[in-house]
T-cell receptor, first 113, second 112 residues
Framework: ELKVEQNPLFLSMQEGKNYTIYCNYSTTSDRLYWYRQDPGKSLESLFVLLSNGAVKQEGRLMASLDTKARLSTLHITAAVHDLSATYFCAVVSPRTSGSRLTFGEGTQLTVNP | DGGITQSPKYLFRKEGQNVTLSCEQNLNHDAMYWYRQDPGQGLRLIYYSQIVNDFQKGDIAEGYSVSREKKESFPLTVTSAQKNPTAFYLC???????????FGQGTRLTVV
């Protein structure tokens, strides 16, 4: 059974600081996704990582994937209040195709002035 | 505009009632999915469908039923057998085998 674990689950940080969210998964998968969710809202796609060593950046967020270590990171650079949200990683279930996703529990990020 | 539309946004159910959540997409996607989200938790897969007239159970299918009579539509029925249905329900769609799923705005179901 595929398990996806994120840490930390709660993160409170000051504006301007850097931090990394980690996402570990238990079985082989070469597709990993990062989503953002604002309170009471749907999921917004941030990054799609499709291969070992993939790195993608958008603004103050950078995501990477190490399939050998079964680890993805979401790095936040010089955080701003607008980044406050819950961030989920999700992995495609092995031995299936398509987008059947297994999600981590989410990391609730609060950026304080 | 292309997208996924879920309705209603909020839904209240009495004990013992069945309710149906609507999900429609005009993205021409083959695959559609239903996820459940409980407070402070990630999403869990209820059912998914790769093509019309075919669907598969996900991880938490008990107490739910679906149909896929049209490519554009994938309604979810929460039956009275689902003992704890209060949750946020998200529908998604994708091209089967493609890299990304797109999510609707969600339906918040509350049992009263």
């Amino acid at each position: 059974e595929l398990k996806v674990e994120q840490n930390p689950l709660f993160l409170s940080m000051q504006e301007g600081k850097n931090y990394t969210i980690y996402c570990n998964y238990s079985t082989t998968s070469d597709r990993l996704y990062w989503y953002r969710q604002d309170p009471g809202k749907s999921l917004e796609s941030l990054f799609v990582l499709l291969s070992n060593g993939a790195v993608k950046q958008e603004g103050r967020l950078m995501a990477s994937l190490d399939t050998k270590a079964r680890l993805s990171t979401l790095h936040i650079t010089a955080a701003v209040h607008d980044l406050s949200a819950t961030y989920f990683c999700a992995v495609v279930s092995p031995r299936t195709s398509g987008s059947r996703l297994t999600f981590g529990e989410g990391t609730q990020l609060t950026v304080n002035p | 505009d292309g997208g996924i539309t879920q309705s209603p946004k909020y839904l209240f159910r009495k004990e013992g009632q069945n309710v149906t959540l609507s999900c429609e997409q005009n993205l021409n996607h083959d695959a559609m999915y239903w996820y459940r989200q409980d407070p402070g938790q990630g999403l869990r897969l209820i059912y998914y469908s790769q093509i019309v007239n075919d669907f598969q159970k996900g991880d938490i299918a008990e107490g739910y039923s679906v149909s896929r009579e049209k490519k554009e539509s994938f309604p979810l029925t929460v039956t009275s057998a689902q003992k704890n249905p209060t949750a946020f329900y998200l529908c998604a769609s994708s091209i089967w085998g493609a890299t990304e799923a797109f999510f609707g705005q969600g339906t918040r179901l509350t049992v009263v």
